[in-house]
Structures are given as structure tokens and as C-alpha cells.
């Protein structure tokens, strides 16, 4: 799974597919991918279960798969907590440079 997203025109199809399906084709065309690249990034994609195809007539429609994703971001979970603790830095840090230009 993580083979398959670090590569970078992957991780633009997943992006791609977050805001809905689309056709390998518009996936081709939106992403500048030729569409046997196209194909053969969704198909790793499909292997590791982070998409999954339906086909509509001719066409092959990929969709995010939650499943795949869920199982994506349970590993990511715990590493969380090293940036959280940096974020809720900046956030205090910026909160308090906004008050002193207040004054």
C-alpha cells in the first residue's frame, strides 16, 4: 500500500478521486497521464486496495475505496501525535504574537 502511494502521479489520482469517481479516461486528461499510464497507476492502485472499478457500459469508473483508506490512516494514527504537538506550538506561539500587536 505505501509502494503505491509514494509515487507521485498515484497520490494525484487518489487526490483526484477524492472529490468523486471518474472514467480512466478523465482521470487521463485531468492528471496529463497518457491512459495506459493512467491504467497502469490504477491498477497498482486496485491491488492495494485503495481504489476499486465499476464498469458503466464501455467505460470503467474508479471510485476511492474508504476501506483501504481506513487501513492508510491507522498507520499513519499514531505517528499523529509528533506533529500535533508542533501544530498546538505554532497555535499558541501565533496567538501570542497576535496579542503583543494588539497592544
Do not use: C
Amino acid at each position: 500500500m505505501f509502494d503505491a502511494v509514494a509515487e507521485g502521479s498515484r497520490r494525484q489520482i487518489l487526490d483526484l478521486l477524492a472529490g468523486g469517481p471518474r472514467s480512466v479516461g478523465e482521470i487521463a486528461e485531468e492528471a496529463g497521464l497518457s491512459q495506459p499510464n493512467a491504467s497502469r497507476h490504477l491498477r497498482i492502485l486496485r491491488e492495494a486496495g485503495l481504489v476499486e472499478p465499476r464498469v458503466e457500459g464501455q467505460r470503467r469508473i474508479y471510485e476511492l475505496r474508504p476501506a483501504g483508506l481506513a487501513e492508510l490512516m491507522a498507520w499513519v494514527a499514531p505517528y499523529q501525535r509528533l506533529w500535533q504537538g508542533s501544530l498546538d506550538a505554532l497555535e499558541t506561539h501565533l496567538d501570542s504574537d497576535e496579542d503583543e500587536t494588539k497592544e
